[in-house]
């Protein structure tokens, strides 16, 4: 099964392009942890002993937090997880986290600025594999 931790230049595009101008977006994250984080790369952020991909991951969401309150973002919910109630009983996610952005502007100054990009590793070192799923709220469902 291929992994995915990051977009493509192609995904990310399409994605500025399908939200742009839509309002709020809520992302929908999915989250396989590694055994091990993985700092191969990453070694100016490396924790001085060895990490589990999870502790990772907090670490990832500690430093992240006040960026994401600064583009004016909230987590909605963060939890466990791991089979499907209904899905592949194949796919096995560790936790599932909901952001809510205010734009598709916002999210995106979010994730290019500085302060976040330099801890973004934290994610990548704690991720086996991903899955990040945007939308916008259905207003007319009746």
Same mark, same amino acid.
């Given at each position: 099964?291929?992994? +995915?931790?990051?977009? %493509?230049?192609?995904?990310? @595009? =399409?994605?500025?392009?399908?939200?742009?101008?839509? &309002? /709020?977006?809520?992302?929908?994250?999915?989250?396989?942890?590694?055994?091990?984080?993985?700092?191969?790369?990453?070694e100016?952020?490396?924790p001085?002993?060895?990490?589990?991909?999870?502790?990772a991951?907090?670490? +990832?969401?500690?430093? %992240?937090?006040?960026e994401? @309150? =600064?583009?004016?973002?909230?987590?909605?919910?963060? &939890? /466990?997880?791991?089979?499907?109630?209904?899905?592949?009983?194949?796919?096995?996610?560790?936790?599932?986290?909901?952001?809510?952005?205010?734009?598709?502007?916002?999210?995106?100054?979010?994730?290019?600025?500085?302060? +976040?990009?330099?801890?973004?590793?934290?994610?990548?070192?704690?991720?086996?594999?991903?899955?990040?799923?945007?939308?916008?709220?259905?207003?007319?469902?009746?």
């Amino acid at each position: 099964m291929q992994k +995915y931790i990051d977009a %493509t230049p192609e995904s990310g @595009k =399409k994605f500025y392009q399908d939200f742009h101008n839509k &309002g /709020k977006i809520v992302m929908l994250n999915l989250l396989k942890f590694r055994e091990k984080a993985d700092y191969k790369n990453l070694e100016q952020i490396q924790p001085d002993e060895t990490i589990s991909g999870e502790e990772a991951y907090k670490l +990832y969401m500690k430093n %992240t937090l006040p960026e994401l @309150k =600064k583009a004016g973002s909230r987590i909605i919910y963060y &939890g /466990k997880s791991n089979d499907f109630l209904i899905g592949p009983e194949s796919e096995k996610w560790d936790a599932i986290l909901i952001v809510e952005h205010e734009s598709v502007m916002k999210f995106m100054e979010f994730a290019q600025s500085e302060d +976040y990009l330099k801890n973004a590793g934290h994610r990548t070192a704690g991720l086996e594999d991903s899955r990040l799923l945007p939308s916008t709220e259905i207003k007319n469902y009746t």
